[in-house]
């Protein structure tokens, strides 16, 4: 019974994680678009510079493609990969 529920929970378990640096980010909005979890847009908040930095809705439904950090032409994204415990 234990097994399965935790089969579940990783199953279910969020894959990932975008940190953006909001003092690199420009808020050029390009990210935005290239996520197909639809989990980024630009912040109400503002970085050190004035600029609207984009940010992740902390839905958990990140799924660590890294077509955001790929896209993004400052290089303010960094993904991390959630990977089972050995
Ligand atoms: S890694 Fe993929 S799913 Fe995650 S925020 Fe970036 S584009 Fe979206
Ligand atoms: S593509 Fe990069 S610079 Fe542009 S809004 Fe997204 S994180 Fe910011």
Do not use: H, W
């Amino acid at each position: 019974m234990q097994e399965t529920i935790s089969d579940i929970k990783t199953k279910s378990g969020p894959k990932g994680r975008p940190e953006i640096d909001p003092e690199i980010c420009k808020g050029c909005g390009l990210c935005i678009p290239s996520c197909p979890k639809d989990v980024l847009s630009i912040s109400k908040k503002t970085n050190s510079q004035g600029i609207q930095f984009s940010e992740y809705d902390e839905s958990g439904n990140c799924i660590a493609c890294k077509n955001c950090a790929i896209t993004c032409p400052e290089r303010a994204i960094s993904i991390y990969k959630f990977v089972e415990e050995e």
